[in-house]
């Protein structure tokens, strides 16, 4: 159902949409779980939602690098994104896995749970640094929304630097 409702709200940000929204001062973020936490990263970023991942382990991979899958004929790196933020390990029993791309650079990453696309304005961002006191390049933003609800947005650049270069090398 997430799925779905990504693909329909990316592909629904027609040329018109974007600039209202960009006027507006307003940006999408994908939201997941992560250890019963909420974090999200721009729709922008994001190329698709798939269920049931099969990883295939690559011995000698950094710890932050799961493995490798296969999405319709492309192999394309599997990143731990619970260790690069310090919340333990991604178990092998996954079921939402994040499509991201970044310009040349494709990976997945699994996470807990996806659970919605937010809609935000620019006074709803915070920088991480006012709330924690701590200077972490991990987060680029928190979402303050009503009430007592907060997303952290993922630094999901930074976080691929941290992992390096993550060409999977294929035989052709």
Do not use: C
Request: hydrophobic residues 35%; negative net charge.
């Amino acid at each position: 159902m997430v799925e779905e409702r990504q693909r329909d709200k990316k592909n629904s940000l027609d040329s018109k949409t974007r600039k209202t929204m960009k006027e507006q001062n307003e940006k999408l973020f994908t939201v997941f779980d992560l250890e019963g936490e909420e974090y999200g990263i721009s729709v922008d970023m994001m190329d698709e939602i798939v269920r049931d991942v099969d990883i295939s382990r690559i011995p000698g991979s950094p710890e932050n690098v799961l493995g490798a899958t296969n999405l319709r004929g492309e192999v394309i790196p599997v990143i731990d994104l619970k260790n690069l933020l310090s919340l333990g390990r991604t178990s092998d029993e996954v079921q939402d896995t994040m499509i991201v791309q970044m310009k040349e650079q494709k990976f997945a990453a699994p996470v807990d749970r996806l659970k919605d696309i937010v809609s935000t304005k620019k006074e709803q961002l915070v920088d991480p640094s006012n709330i924690t006191n701590l200077d972490d390049e991990k987060l680029k933003w928190i979402i303050r929304l009503e009430g007592t609800r907060s997303i952290r947005v993922v630094n999901i650049r930074k976080l691929a630097k941290e992992v390096g270069n993550l060409d999977i090398q294929t035989d052709k």
